[in-house]
Every structure is written in structure tokens, then in C-alpha cells.
């Protein structure tokens, strides 16, 4: 997959965890998913259909995803992964879709976004069609820890590139 | 002042309720999707909605809304900002659009202008 088309998420990814979760976010390396990929504790996951099919998931630790909640309802004391947590799980992948969604259709590739639903489990990991590739990509919230998003897109109209 | 707050995310919910309620609101009516929303519009002065929502998505409530009431200010709050997005809401009777994400206060201040 393109970076042009990565890019968009990752931009977006920095832009929601700052603006809505007051939490900077560091990018690490991208890679191919191959076999489980990252483990996490709590995953917002959003569909997409439009000229992509596929879909994008930001999976936190328990930590710092109970952190991204609290600061997004302004400093609210959470102890553990409630419905609150998986709720601003799944709007905080609601918004990356949105906002990277935008980003997208500037340049001609649009979408729709399903409705987020959110897994939780200690250790879960998700899996994607074999036929769609899932890149990686590792962000660290500063003094918080890592948490990943993949997007797992396929292209439905080619590209002349 | 009555308001009519729709988002199928009850955090987002709560972030603009707690917003209204810093500038003085305290008449809120909440729903988690359109279809909600639209069996709470009676007396409703100010209607604040999502775009994405499950059952009846906020476009369709707007249309719904304005078929029979022209008048009520309804503001998206969204992620759908993509341009093409903001002209559909605003020629199927949108009055003003907040694009999320935004940090509670620039919601705050956006909102208190929009009332005014
Ligand atoms: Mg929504």
C-alpha cells in the first residue's frame, strides 16, 4: 500500500490522541503485519467501504487507554476498562477514520465509515482477510507507552500511478 | 433553553453536555441515534447532532427535522468534514458544523458563539 495512503492515518492518529486526548504521540516504524501482530487490551476498530474496503484498529494497553478516556472527558477518574473506556475507544477510531477520511478525499479516494465497535481482552490480537494487507503502525504516547494502529485497506478501483 | 444533544457515543455526549453546562445550559434532552433524536424534538430550541450514528445517521434526522421545521438551529458535530460532506449537511438545512476532533475548551467556545 501506498504511503499516500498511510500517511492520512497517521496524521490523524496524532491530531485525535493531541486534540481531543491531550496525549502527544510519537510515530515508530511502520510494518507489515504478518502472523498475531501487536497484543493489546482494548481495540476500537471502524469498517470502510467506498474505493477501499477494509478496516483501520488503534489498540491500546489497559493503561493507556483508561489515560486517553480520562483526558478526553477532562481529567475524569477511571480505574478500569468500563463502558466509558470503550466507548471513547471507539469514537477516538471513529475520529482517526474521519479525520483521515478528509485527508483522503482532498485527493480523490473517498470512503464511508461504519459505525466503531470495540474488542476488549487482555492480549487480544485482530485478524484481517489474507487477501487484505495490514500495515503497522507503533506510536508511542510520551511518558505513557506504546499503542498501534493498523490499517488493513484494499483498493477497489486501480490507480494509474 | 432547551437543547437536543445526539451521539451514539456517550462519551462525545457527555463532552458536549458538560460544555452546555459550562455556559449556563442545563435544559438537555440526550439520544444515542437518530431515530431517538427524532421522537425528542418537541420544544426543542437547539438541536446538536453527530453525523455517524447507527439506526438513522444524523443527515437522515436532519432532513427529517427540516421537513416540517425550517427554523431550529442544528449544528453537526462531526468527523465528516470532507468538503463535499459539509455542503450536503448544509443544503439539507444545517445551520453550523464543528468538525471533531477539538479539545473541550475550543468546543466550549465554538458553541457559546453559535448560541449567541
Ligand atoms: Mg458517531
Not at chain 1, 5 to 26: C, D, G, R, W, Y
Not at chain 1, 42 to 66: E, H, L, Q, R
Request: charged share 25%; glycine share 8%.
Amino acid at each position: 500500500m501506498d504511503a499516500k495512503f498511510i500517511n492520512p492515518f497517521i496524521s490523524a492518529t496524532l491530531q485525535v490522541m493531541e486534540t481531543s486526548a491531550a496525549t502527544k504521540s510519537e510515530r515508530g516504524s511502520l510494518f507489515v503485519k504478518k502472523g498475531e501482530g501487536p497484543l493489546t487490551d482494548i481495540s476500537g476498530v471502524i469498517g470502510v467501504t467506498g474505493k477501499f474496503i477494509g478496516s483501520i484498529n488503534i489498540g491500546f494497553p489497559k493503561d493507556i487507554a483508561i489515560k486517553v478516556v480520562s483526558n478526553m472527558l477532562g481529567g475524569m477518574k477511571i480505574d478500569d476498562i468500563d463502558d466509558s473506556v470503550k466507548d471513547g475507544i471507539g469514537e477516538i477510531a471513529n475520529m482517526v477514520a474521519g479525520a483521515a477520511k478528509v485527508q483522503l478525499a482532498e485527493i480523490g479516494y473517498t470512503y464511508k465509515l461504519s459505525i466503531p465497535t470495540v474488542v476488549v481482552g487482555r492480549d487480544h490480537h485482530l485478524s484481517f482477510p489474507p487477501n487484505v494487507p495490514c500495515i503497522v503502525v507503533p506510536f508511542t504516547a510520551i511518558g505513557l507507552g506504546d499503542f498501534y494502529l493498523e490499517v488493513a485497506l484494499k483498493m477497489i478501483i486501480p490507480i494509474e500511478d | 433553553m432547551k437543547f437536543l444533544v445526539a451521539d451514539d457515543s456517550s462519551t462525545m455526549r457527555r463532552i458536549i453536555v458538560n460544555s452546555l453546562n459550562a455556559l449556563g445550559h442545563t435544559d438537555i434532552v440526550e439520544a444515542e441515534d437518530g431515530a431517538e433524536a427524532l421522537k425528542n424534538t418537541t420544544g426543542v430550541d437547539f438541536i446538536l447532532t453527530d453525523w455517524n450514528m447507527p439506526n438513522m445517521d444524523g443527515l437522515t434526522f436532519v432532513k427529517a427535522v427540516r421537513e416540517k421545521d425550517k427554523k431550529t438551529p442544528i449544528v453537526m458535530i462531526t468527523t465528516e468534514a470532507a468538503k463535499d460532506d459539509v455542503i450536503t449537511a448544509i443544503k439539507n438545512g444545517v445551520t453550523n458544523y464543528i468538525v471533531k476532533p477539538f479539545t473541550m475548551d475550543t468546543l466550549k467556545a465554538k458553541l457559546e458563539k453559535i448560541i449567541k
